[in-house]
């Protein structure tokens, strides 16, 4: 009892410069929380840039971005439970927690993004099963209470209910296999919901594997999740970083990417699509920095051991991996998609607000779960062991 | 079997009795235009304006063309916003209307984003905005009326009936007058077919139209701001709909149980190669660095 105490006043004293940082994640989750309430007061013509012409803004591109990089928890789930691999333990509760969050920004973001959001619950109630969108809507319901389950004896743990902790942890493996399954479907059915745009996406991107491409990009991209999450929870919290096991993951990375890269020249060449490449279009020039970011530079930086090895290394090969899979997200949910002549579509300020308000919510619930809940990044200051 | 509406652009005055019998019967209110330059008006289809004559100046062959395009939803036989939702409440009426369900509508826009079209409009204005397109008059003609816009057609520019009578009948008129039409009947085929069909002088690339060829015309650019985008989009001949349903129906499950048949490999191989590390438990694990 004295340990836990003790803890607790450790967790609750608190540096002025991080007050300062909680203070600003809390001010801009309330501008968000602000702006929200004025874009359910006024609808959605009044507070988004969003057209005929451009139906989806920033908030469905975000979207298409968060739910591959909370992939981290699923692929990292797989590699602990399901390959028994206990190593990895020790960067599991980070991990879920984030994609949880993830995909709890997800989900506000698609209520705001709704032009009915009041009817949200007709998703349970009418069902039409050959729309992708009710398959990913189904999959982001599910998967969310998954993860809270995957998250939920860190919780249990440190409020010492011992009943439920032991009920929770006796069914990790159905629940994680769960998470598994819905994440498979989740990640491809993403890039299924394109596959009905044949005449408006361009033919660089829409091909009939876009599912399969999804997916893959899904698991590298949450590799790299697991990367950045892991170093920066450890750099900001005074953790050890884990190099060698994040080093495993970064070859993993590199290795995900080859086959992605290789796919997708084989997509275009079987196509007979190759000549898009060289018509030098904005387009094309935008599939090129995707490829060059999101493949090149994280399998360049990854596939070296001593690069990899390193913390700088590890950091910038995920960042690069993640502003790559951003890219090619933006690019299928948004620029690559045919426009009448002259439209332009800039975010409004008041969709840029709620993006920034869900990331700061985000953030700052992972900062205080940190404080309040210190064994969700392991002991700290131990020594970086492979057991 | 379906009703069909054939357009004859090449009879069409732009008159544009349409626009205004489609609101009368429809109830919509007027829109507050700008000059854009041209008589098109208004600019665009909107919530509130459900057809519209569309109108451009193209030169073809050292003509000049002065085209008009009754632009509307196409009533496809294999409609992508009917897939795309995932309320079902897109939905095709068994004589072809393809007609939204106000009640079921959770504002997802998803039907917008997968019209090869661009049909299904938003209620951008209001605080709890609907789908809007043009529905066929279904209530029309559900009494045995055609709808409000041929009702109106005083060119007879537009007829209306059975979907075999009216693509025999547009055929007849490509055979009958060659030299007025491009011998192509769009609708017939594009996309798994539309209850829309239209004849035109010029290429359908010209009328904005996606086309089985999506061959990018030289003096057409249609821009994708502020990225280009030359052409316009293919649409070929089988239903946009067939890739989206069929992996819905067997992909679907097939990824489900694939994945669960590749969870359970997995957690057996894992079992296996902790029970061949077994002897060695005693042994605090040692640093492995890896090859």
């Known amino acids: ?387 | 079997m379906t009703k069909t509406m054939l357009i004859d652009t090449t009879r069409c005055t732009a008159c544009r009795g349409c626009q205004i019998a489609c609101k009368q019967w429809n109830d919509l209110p007027a829109e507050k235009t700008i000059n854009q330059g041209t008589y098109q008006n208004p600019f665009r289809l909107s919530a509130y304006t459900w057809t519209l004559v569309q109108m451009r100046e193209v030169q073809h062959q050292g003509q000049f063309y002065w085209s008009f395009l009754k632009r509307q939803c196409m009533h496809c036989l294999h409609p992508a916003c009917v897939s795309a939702c995932p309320v079902g409440a897109m939905h095709q009426t068994p004589t072809g209307p393809v007609l939204y369900n106000d009640a079921r509508c959770i504002g997802c826009r998803y039907c917008m984003t997968a019209c090869p079209f661009r049909m299904p409009r938003f209620e951008w204005d209001k605080r709890l905005g609907h789908i809007r397109k043009c529905h066929f008059c279904f209530d029309r003609q559900a009494e045995g009326l055609e709808p409000a816009c041929v009702k109106t057609c005083a060119a007879g520019a537009l007829e209306f009936g059975e979907r075999e009578e009216m693509i025999a009948l547009a055929e007849a008129r490509l055979r009958a007058r060659p030299e007025r039409y491009l011998q192509h009947v769009y609708g017939k085929e594009e996309g798994g077919g539309t209850n829309v069909l239209i004849l035109s002088v010029l290429p359908f690339e010209y009328l904005g139209l996606p086309t089985l060829s999506g061959k990018p015309l030289p003096e057409l650019e249609d821009t994708l701001a502020p990225f280009e985008y030359l052409g316009v989009p293919t649409l070929g001949t089988e239903p946009v709909t067939q890739l989206n349903d069929d992996l819905a129906r067997y992909g679907t499950p097939s990824i489900a149980v694939g994945v669960a048949a590749i969870l359970a490999g997995m957690q057996w191989y894992g079992r296996r190669r902790a029970q061949a590390k077994e002897p060695a438990a005693p042994v605090p694990a040692a640093k492995e660095p890896k090859p």
């Not at chain 1, 203070?23 to 840039?49: D, P």
């Not at chain 1, 596959?195 to 594997?209: D, N």
């Not at chain 1, 690069?307 to 620029?335: D, H, K, P, Q, Y």
């Open chain 1, 1 to 387: 009892m004295t340990t836990w105490r003790a803890q607790l006043r450790r967790s609750l004293t608190i540096s002025w410069s991080e007050v300062l940082v909680l203070l600003v994640l809390a001010a801009l989750t309330a501008l968000g929380l602000g702006v929200a309430v004025v874009r359910f007061m006024r609808g959605l013509g009044a507070t988004t840039s969003m057209t005929d012409a451009y139906p989806w803004g920033i908030w469905i591109s975000f979207d298409v971005f968060v739910v591959p990089f909370s992939a981290g928890a699923f692929t990292l789930a797989a590699v602990v439970y399901l390959l028994n691999d206990e190593r990895y333990h020790v960067l599991v509760p980070p991990v879920v927690l984030a994609g949880l969050l993830g995909y709890a920004m997800v989900c506000a973001v698609l209520l705001a993004d709704l032009g009915l959001p009041h009817r949200f619950y007709n998703i349970i109630a009418f069902l039409n099963p050959e729309s992708f969108m009710f398959e990913i809507s189904w999959c982001v319901m599910l998967y969310t209470i998954v993860l809270l389950l995957e998250f939920s004896p860190v919780i249990l743990e440190r409020l010492g209910w011992e009943g439920p902790h032991r009920l929770v942890r006796s069914f990790t493996i159905v629940f994680v296999s769960a998470g598994i399954i819905l994440s498979s479907l989740h990640q491809s059915s993403l890039g299924s919901m394109w596959l009905l745009l044949q005449a408006k996406l361009h033919a660089l991107w829409w091909t009939p594997i876009l599912p399969l491409l999804f997916l893959l990009t899904a698991v590298a991209g949450g590799l790299c999740m697991v990367i950045f999450v892991s170093v920066l929870a450890a750099k900001a919290f005074h953790r050890p970083v884990r190099t060698h096991l994040l080093a495993n993951l970064g070859r993993a990375v590199a290795g995900f990417l080859v086959l992605y890269g290789l796919l997708k020249l084989l997509d275009l060449v079987v196509a007979g699509e190759l000549g898009l490449l060289f018509t030098g279009s904005t387009l094309s020039l935008l599939f090129w920095a995707e490829i060059l970011l999101g493949i090149v530079l994280p399998v360049t930086i990854l596939s070296q051991p001593k690069l990899r090895e390193t913390c700088s290394g590890l950091l910038w090969g995920s960042i690069a991996g993640l502003l790559g899979l951003a890219l090619n997200r933006g690019n299928v949910s948004m620029f690559a998609i045919w426009r009448p002549r002259g439209t332009i579509y800039t975010p409004h300020w008041m969709e840029v607000a709620i993006l920034v308000g869900a990331v700061a919510a985000a953030v700052l619930v992972f900062a205080l779960a940190a404080r309040l809940l210190p064994m969700m990044l392991g002991p700290a200051g131990a020594e970086e062991h492979g057991a």
